[in-house]
């Protein structure tokens, strides 16, 4: 029901967006989030935004950097990578919340998983 896209390979510096496609079931009450998992590491939270109204939150170490937008036609969350740099490298993934929860920071409130993408940012 989430089909995440649009990793690669970049050099610092550079961007990359990142597609969640969302398909199955109405997300319009859902908080959408991306986290990501680096080699060795936890997953990390990096931003997440509430379907209806469009309200953003954002890890500290993204923002200023990192856009999430969702595209109501295409049922589609994005998240809009520029200023990339060698630490974002990890796997990306898309999930929703249906509760549309306050503790979106959190990946256990998140029912839905889409598949990650790769995500490396070479020095």
């Known amino acids: 029901q989430l089909q995440a896209s649009g990793g690669g390979l970049v050099q610092a510096g550079g961007s990359l967006r990142l597609s969640c496609a969302a398909s199955?079931?109405?997300?319009?009450?859902?908080?959408m989030g991306w986290f990501r998992q680096a080699p060795g590491k936890e997953r990390e939270f990096v931003a997440a935004?509430?379907?209806?109204?469009?309200?953003?939150y954002y890890a500290d170490s993204v923002k200023g950097r990192f856009t999430i937008s969702r595209d109501n036609a295409k049922n589609t969350v994005y998240l809009q990578m520029d200023s990339l740099k060698p630490e974002d490298t990890a796997v990306y993934y898309c999930a929703a919340d249906p509760d549309g929860s306050s503790w979106y920071m959190w990946g256990s409130v998140y029912d839905y998983w889409g598949q990650g993408t790769l995500v490396t940012v070479s020095s």
């Open positions: 199955g079931r109405t997300f319009r009450s859902y908080v």
């Open positions: 935004i509430k379907w209806s109204g469009g309200v953003t």
